[in-house]
């Protein structure tokens, strides 16, 4: 089922449009709750290591009756077992000398199985960038209860169009993730960076703050994204931007000439990007610029409007006085 989620905020005169995608509840598959995530659907299993058993100071562990401690985790509660994709790590609840916890034993996979001498331990599982902790309890008589830790997890997959629905080449579009809250400096909290297109996050249940970068220089969206617990959300942000690659001609169409330096300056005379080149590419956010052109000691210079998903070229004529063109919108080449 995908549900619109509209129109989130406005950033410096840009637009970003939010696509939700939720699948059927994950509880529902309880072979594989995370079928529909692709980036961990078959993911190499791992052997468990059960047998690291806690060094406590002032006891005699040596010849201690092992337990058998099962542990397993949901997404969310009622759901079902994560079958693949966790990390489990269990730490001895008394710091070593430098003061850490010790590692008592690890497992990767689904439901973990360990052995451990009867006392307390903590017990952490990692689902992608979602955890919980809990502190267990190994008895020294009778056997010990499952322990079931809940996640409270769920997964984004972010992507992004320029324009209406122009496809955003994935090699120039990254993500990064923050905290919705923001600090006292202003400033919020970064959860993952250089998020690729159509990869999964996995993320603890909450809101986050998701900045998407095309291109390297001004084109730059920012939206708020809810994940629910269980569930895959897909967002897709719409850029209002558009790909522009400069030439300095002769005349129009004609052949671009090397060794140009390049600069392009906002309408309020602010350097947004500087180049070197025959036909520099770069994307641009939508709005009003110029475009200054230098070589063989002359300048040259044209003003140009960038319309959001209109990928074009934008040709600064070559003239011997090098005066300003006449300002022109450029149109879409096909």
């Not at 840009?14 to 961990?40: E, G």
């Not at 006891?59 to 079902?80: H, I, N, R, Y």
């Not at 017990?123 to 960038?129: M, P, S, Y």
Request: avoid cysteine; hydrophobic fraction near 40%.
């Amino acid at each position: 089922m995908r549900i619109s989620a509209g129109l989130l905020h406005t950033f410096a005169s840009a637009l970003a449009m939010i696509a939700l995608l939720t699948p059927p509840a994950m509880a529902q598959d309880a072979a594989n709750p995370f079928q529909s995530f692709p980036s961990i659907s078959t993911p190499q299993k791992m052997p468990k290591l059960n047998s690291f058993n806690p060094v406590l100071p002032g006891e005699a562990t040596e010849g201690a009756t092992l337990k058998d401690v099962k542990l397993e985790a949901l997404l969310k509660e009622k759901g079902d077992p994560v079958e693949q994709g966790l990390t489990w790590r269990v730490f001895s609840p008394i710091p070593g000398s430098d003061g850490k916890l010790p590692l008592v034993a690890t497992s990767e996979g689904g439901t973990a199985a360990f052995q451990l001498v009867p006392g307390e331990y903590f017990v952490n599982v990692a689902f992608g960038r979602a955890g919980a902790t809990r502190k267990i309890r190994v008895p020294e008589t009778g056997n010990a209860d499952m322990q079931v830790l809940v996640l409270d997890a769920g997964g984004v997959m972010l992507n992004a169009v320029s324009g209406s629905d122009v496809r955003i080449p994935p090699n120039e579009l990254s993500f990064s993730v923050f905290s919705s809250d923001v600090k006292e400096d202003g400033e919020r909290a970064l959860v993952v960076a250089d998020v690729k297109p159509d990869t999964v996050v996995r993320l603890n249940s909450g809101t986050y703050h998701v900045v998407s970068n095309y291109g390297s220089v001004n084109a730059v969206i920012r939206a708020d994204i809810q994940v629910e617990a269980g569930k895959l959300t897909e967002a897709t942000i719409q850029h209002r931007a558009a790909k522009l690659t400069l030439k300095l001609v002769s005349e129009p169409g004609g052949e671009a000439i090397a060794d140009t330096a390049w600069s392009i300056l906002t309408s309020s005379g602010d350097v947004v990007s500087e180049s070197v080149g025959a036909f520099p590419t770069l994307v641009l956010a939508e709005g009003d610029y110029t475009a200054i052109a230098r070589n063989d000691e002359k300048i040259y210079q044209r003003d140009f409007t960038v319309k959001a998903g209109v990928n074009t070229d934008v040709e600064v004529l070559l003239e011997e006085k090098g005066a300003q063109a006449a300002s022109a919108n450029i149109d879409a080449q096909d």
